[in-house]
């Protein structure tokens, strides 16, 4: 339903897309990727979210100059057909393996919580089975199970209670202990929560009210800021310093704080729940792998096999036999850096065009002159 | 491949473009053929009588018309026929058939119409005597409700118009009358409130319904299944209703009313998930009574969908989640069966299903209750030899009634359809597989549209007024415009009273 | 059409993903180790643990299995316990981890913590206590009157409620935050055997994961309100020349309804001063003096008596801590927030020892009951 090139985003629409494409599965890690600076974390948090609104900027203002196109084709048509073919694959091989990033943290995290003595397989292949379900509807049914999912994941936030019940508020004093290469680090390894929003632009064109465009995915980004925020003030109200540095997954523990009558151990079904989140955010990235496929092989034409092609390729990484050590270099480097020149590229586009027009606005001139 | 045959096959059932209805040439109408035609209809009756000295055959089908009927419009007008009155004049409700069309004559006949057959000249008068035993109007039995309008629509087509045309009298209800079913000849009538609902899906239901093809509908919800979007989804995408009332209101409401000669339901179209745990007492109750037992209804529907699967992934995969009593109490009762979970799990669910499907084709309602009671007998049996965790039984039962609590039957069939998916999913994968099992159906229903209109409104809402009578039901004051569902043309001005 | 294909797809894989060498053990294949204490272990660099898990079958002659290994690690033990019974030990149920007093003191507790807190299937709410007055192993194996199963009867008792609202209630989550926090240590509640029951008797200190003394209950109370806000339980104390006849002591017990305190600090580490507010409210239910609580004044004078009885005693508990070096009430958060130099639990500890307290605890009597 609602297939095809139009537009059929409305704001709630935006928002949820924009705040599911944030956070994911990193919101089980992010206190302890933020660790670096300790208690100080929630800053961090915040200054992520500035920094989103700032770089979100130039990525509208580049899509209200192409209103109908996707990044994929104003790359094209701004770079050229070389330059842009070969950054369009640049960011297919990106979002593709965000996917692979995405689906396999969250994948390991359900295998060793919740089922040990179970190989990661199954698992995988039935997320990707429902992932590939989701995107045959287009962008639009993304957008609506992110809103649902949001919904039904929400009130999982009630269970903070107990963590904030159980903790030390002197933790959340402002402390500026840290040297600056401590605070890089944190920002560096923490923005893979950030780098999402940069998908904006290839779901740009299909946003009805562009105008508002900007306010609302604003608005999506503060949504999403405030709960990763609430848990890194939890964490850092329940936690030691040492906790935070080494406990991988520290959203686990908060949940295990919670005492409830008739169900201990509700991080299982936090877990299990939170499949609905990570669902949308891995949607959304294979949908723009998708699109890349289809503006490399097909002119930018859908083709459905395109979807199963790129869906089997990322599932490939996620069970791959690929070295430890080469996994690690992917998802924790190259990945972010990948993300930030992502979000660089709006702005260099953006430089381009005004050069072109101006060329063109001169040649008009020098046209009507003669 | 496969796939693409069945769906070609479905799309010739619902959606045929192209209109295939043998063309058969018209043949004249005279006596040999006539008979040739109507051979081996016992209840056919072919008299010959006198009128004024001309002799004419009485044709008729005995079953469809009544003797008094007969001698009230036929035989008691014909003797009054004489030099200056001709049988036409006499006989009111009669008009001359036409001679060159067999067909048309033919399915009059057999449509209880009488036949005057001149034998002398080129005449053939039609009669309609159609005269048959009707149900009268009584209360639904079905969709029960203890306050408001308690008669139901019947199986005869005007009776049920009547029910809902003396509660709306304006000239925008309109009705429009289709024939189809190329055997049955059945009479559709489609209503709608034209200053209300939406052209657009008007002008859907009319192209669907016209390209129907099918070789007869026995009732409304046969050729309701035709005018789905998706005909493969376990779930209904149509309301279906008995009651006059609840017909009104959706027409009101800027929906459109499919109903069918010889079905004692009408068709709502478009309708939303969330209008099968609706029932029109919502209205009739306080709103907050209302509101109270709508949540029920919705979360009874997750709880049921959930229940027995969560037992089979705790026990499976997550023994860590049970307090310590509810442990001990889970695993003494679990020390006898020797079954794994998921077995235990469907075994009495299905023996639940058994006697469900068992006690409602008993003859009277209180087969259902022996049906109930019977599966309780076997549950205690089946825990005190072992073969089944006692906890179970208790689950199962609660899911089982939890279930039947949606107003509409088709949704409550659906839910015990879809439980059974995530007690295989639980069994396989645990929690994980049933939370992965319910995105796959949440984005299912996401995706599932009624007359174009997304089936999960108000949780993807058009008015944010939708959700006010969601699954909560404002008091009625608040209730001042339409459902966006319908995509009505003009908003609803219902002033709110001000004092 | 290609929801349903993925359907089909699902079901292929489900008829087929159910092979599998081993049958997928259920809840009642597993055995669920409820309690596992630990002893000093016969071998050098070994522990003895002991291992309790509920026997469910309805016919069995006790209601719990015992086991006692000599191991290397925790988790050696639910290995070896697993091949002496006929289920699979599983750590998922783990609820109380003791630890006897020699081993906490000798070996320490974190390396077993600390492994046990790895295990995902451990919940860190499990709680930890300290068994004095003899080994775990004997605790365990003792048959306690009208107590069949020894794992809820040490899980009730941790549990925290408010008649035992001295104890610190430590989970594995709580030790690990403390020991490893920047300032503070750790408690831990002290049990040990008497008669046919089990008896949470003292509170035991640590200092980082080792154990090294105890404080009494009533001292507990006090250090429990200044550690936040709460409830606790009733208290009593002796208030001195308050009885009938002259030079008596008499007996005030108050039924505590709210503690709330303050902790202010100078900040100045070269001449640390700390200043402790404690307000009490509480109804009076036992109280055996001469005065008329009745009465303004007088009754004025009992809440100064009981003031200075439970400032002595806060105080005393306060010393004790300067001396071993530990601040179990996280006195040190206050303190950092206006020092800003490199911080660390030796530099704090140090600073504690040479503070200057100060307390002062105001107890209000709301109510005298149903009479004067």
Excluded at chain 1, 334 to 357: H, S
Excluded at chain 2, 131 to 137: A, L
Excluded at chain 2, 453 to 458: E, G, R, V
Excluded at chain 3, 119 to 124: E, K
Aim: hydrophobic share 45%; with cysteine; net charge neutral.
């Amino acid at each position: 339903m609602d297939k095809g090139n139009f537009k059929k985003l409305n704001k709630y629409h935006v928002i949820f897309l924009l705040h599911c494409s944030l956070g994911g599965i990193a919101l089980f890690t992010i206190p302890h990727n933020l660790s670096h600076v300790g208690y100080n974390m929630w800053m961090v948090v915040i200054l992520f979210g500035i920094v989103a609104m700032i770089f979100l900027k130039p990525m509208t203002s580049l899509g209200s100059k192409f209103p109908d196109d996707t990044l994929y084709v104003i790359n094209e048509k701004l770079t050229g057909k070389a330059v842009g073919k070969l950054l369009n694959l640049l960011i297919l091989i990106y979002s593709t393996i965000q996917v692979a990033n995405t689906s396999k943290l969250y994948i390991r995290l359900v295998q060793s919580v919740t089922m040990p003595d179970y190989t990661i397989t199954m698992i995988a292949i039935t997320f990707f089975i429902v992932m590939i379900a989701i995107i045959n509807g287009g962008i639009k049914s993304i957008a609506r199970f992110s809103i649902l999912s949001f919904f039904l994941t929400v009130w999982m936030g009630y269970y903070s209670n107990w963590a904030f019940a159980d903790s030390n508020f002197h933790h959340l004093y402002p402390r500026f202990e840290h040297s600056l290469k401590d605070w890089g680090h944190a920002f560096f390894e923490g923005s893979q929560i950030m780098l999402g929003f940069a998908l904006i632009m290839f779901f740009y064109p299909y946003i009805i009210n562009q105008k508002k465009a900007y306010k609302h995915a604003a608005i999506g980004i503060w949504l999403a800021i405030i709960f990763i925020g609430l848990i890194c003030v939890a964490s850092i109200v329940y936690f030691s310093r040492w906790q935070l540095e080494n406990l991988l997954y520290p959203l686990l523990n908060l949940y295990q704080a919670v005492v409830l009558s008739n169900v201990e151990r509700i991080e299982t079904l936090g877990i299990s729940l939170y499949v609905l989140l990570v669902l949308s955010k891995a949607s959304i990235y294979l949908w723009t792998a998708k699109k890349g496929v289809d503006a490399l092989f097909s002119k930018h034409k859908n083709k459905t096999w395109h979807l199963y092609f790129i869906a089997s390729v990322a599932l490939f990484i996620v069970l791959g036999p690929i070295p430890i050590y080469v996994q690690a270099l992917i998802y924790d480097k190259w990945i972010i850096i990948a993300g930030y020149v992502l979000i660089l590229l709006p702005i260099f586009l953006l430089m381009l065009y005004k050069v072109k027009n101006r060329e063109k606005r001169n040649k008009g001139k020098e046209a009507s002159a003669s | 491949m496969f796939w693409n045959w069945f769906k070609k096959q479905i799309e010739t059932t619902t959606e045929s473009k192209h209109s295939t209805k043998p063309k058969t040439s018209k043949h004249r109408v005279t006596l040999t053929n006539l008979n040739e035609q109507l051979v081996n209809i016992d209840d056919l009756k072919k008299n010959e009588i006198d009128i004024n000295g001309e002799k004419a055959l009485l044709i008729y089908i005995d079953t469809l018309v009544q003797g008094s009927v007969l001698q009230d419009l036929v035989l008691t007008p014909l003797n009054q026929v004489s030099e200056n009155y001709g049988p036409e004049e006499v006989l009111k409700n009669s008009s001359k058939a036409d001679l060159e069309d067999l067909e048309t004559l033919i399915h009059d006949i057999m449509s209880g119409q009488t036949i005057l057959f001149f034998l002398q000249r080129e005449l053939v008068i039609k009669i309609d005597t159609y005269s048959v035993p009707e149900r009268s109007i009584t209360s639904a039995e079905n969709e029960t409700t203890v306050m408001g309008p308690q008669d139901s629509l019947t199986e005869t087509l005007n009776s049920s118009l009547s029910l809902i045309k003396r509660r709306i009298i304006s000239p925008n209800l309109k009705t429009k009358f289709f024939t189809l079913g190329t055997e049955t000849q059945n009479t559709v009538a489609v209503l709608y409130m034209e200053n209300i609902a939406n052209k657009e899906n008007v002008k859907r239901v009319m192209d669907r319904v016209r390209n129907v093809e099918y070789q007869g509908f026995v009732g409304l919800p046969i050729f309701k299944q035709m005018l789905e979007d998706k005909p493969l989804s376990p779930f209904p995408q149509h309301g279906i209703t008995v009651r006059s009332d609840n017909a009104t209101e959706a027409l009101l409401d800027g929906r459109i009313i499919i109903m069918l000669n010889g079905s004692p339901e009408a068709a709502i179209l478009p309708a939303s998930f969330f209008e099968m745990f609706t029932s029109p007492e919502d209205f009739y109750n306080r709103w907050t009574t209302a509101t109270m037992l709508r949540t029920i209804r919705l979360f009874g529907f997750i709880i049921s969908i959930l229940l027995t699967s969560t037992y089979v992934s705790v026990l499976t995969f997550h023994p860590e989640m049970l307090p310590p009593h509810l442990l001990i109490m889970l695993s003494e009762s679990r020390t006898q069966v020797p079954f794994p979970p998921v077995l235990e799990v469907l075994i009495i669910e299905l023996v639940i299903e058994v006697l469900r499907e068992a006690g409602a084709r008993m003859p009277t309602k209180i087969g259902q209750t022996i049906g109930i009671v019977g599966g309780i007998v076997i549950g205690t049996a089946a825990v005190e030899a072992g073969l089944a965790s006692n906890v179970l039984i208790v689950l199962v039962a609660v899911s089982a009634l939890l279930s039947f609590l949606p107003p509409n039957f088709l949704m409550s069939n659906a839910i015990r359809l879809v439980r059974y998916g995530f007690i295989f999913a639980a069994g396989l994968l645990g929690m994980y597989g049933q939370m992965i099992f319910l995105a796959w159906l949440l984005n299912h229903l996401l995706n599932l549209t009624s007359l174009g209109s997304p089936y999960m409104t108000p949780v993807i809402p058009r008015h944010w007024t939708d959700t006010l009578n969601s699954i909560l039901r404002a008091p009625i004051q608040f209730l001042v415009t339409r459902s966006g569902l319908s995509r009505s043309k003009k908003q609803l001005s219902r002033p709110l009273d001000e004092e | 059409m290609k929801r349903l294909f993925s359907l089909y797809i699902m079901l292929v894989l489900l008829l087929t993903g159910c092979i599998n060498d081993f049958e997928q053990p259920t809840i009642e294949n597993y055995g669920m180790v409820g309690v596992m204490g630990f002893d000093m272990g016969e071998e050098e660099g070994h522990m003895k643990v002991t291992l309790t898990l509920p026997q469910p079958e309805k016919d069995a002659e006790t209601k719990v299995q015992k086991f006692t290994v000599e191991v290397e690690s925790p988790h050696r033990a639910i290995m070896e316990g697993s091949t002496k019974s006929e289920k699979l030990l599983s750590t998922a149920q783990l609820r109380v981890i003791l630890f006897s007093e020699e081993f906490a003191r000798e070996v320490g507790v974190w390396e077993v913590l600390e492994n046990l807190y790895r295990d995902p299937r451990v919940g860190t709410n499990s709680y930890l206590a300290v068994v004095g007055g003899g080994t775990v192993e004997d605790l365990l194996n003792s048959d306690y009157h009208d107590k069949p199963d020894i794992n809820r009867y040490l899980n009730q008792l941790l549990k925290p409620s408010t008649i035992t609202a001295f104890s610190p209630f430590t989970t594995i989550h709580h030790f690990i935050r403390h020991v490893t926090s920047q300032v503070s240590d750790s408690l831990a509640p002290y049990i040990e055997k008497s008669g046919d029951s089990i008896k949470l008797t003292k509170v035991a200190l640590f200092k980082e994961d080792k154990f090294i003394s105890t404080i009494e209950r009533e001292e507990a109370k006090i250090v429990e309100s200044i550690k936040r806000n709460r409830k606790t339980s009733d208290i009593s104390y002796n208030l001195p020349n308050d009885g009938e006849n002259e030079g008596e002591d008499s007996v005030i017990v108050l039924n505590f309804i709210r503690s709330s305190r303050n902790i202010k600090t100078n900040g100045d580490p070269n001449n640390p001063e700390i200043y402790i507010y404690l307000y009490i409210t509480g109804a009076v239910v036992d109280y055996t003096g001469k005065s008329d609580l009745s009465v303004h004044g007088q009754r004025g004078e009992v809440e100064e008596k009981l003031s200075n009885a439970i400032e002595e005693s806060l105080l005393g508990s306060l010393n004790k801590f300067q001396e071993l070096r530990i601040d179990p009430i996280a006195i040190g958060d206050n303190f950092r927030k206006k020092d800003r130099s490199n911080w660390s639990k030796e530099y704090w500890n140090d600073i504690f020892q040479r503070a200057n307290i100060t307390v002062h605890v105001e107890p209000r009597i709301t109510s005298t009951g149903t009479i004067h």
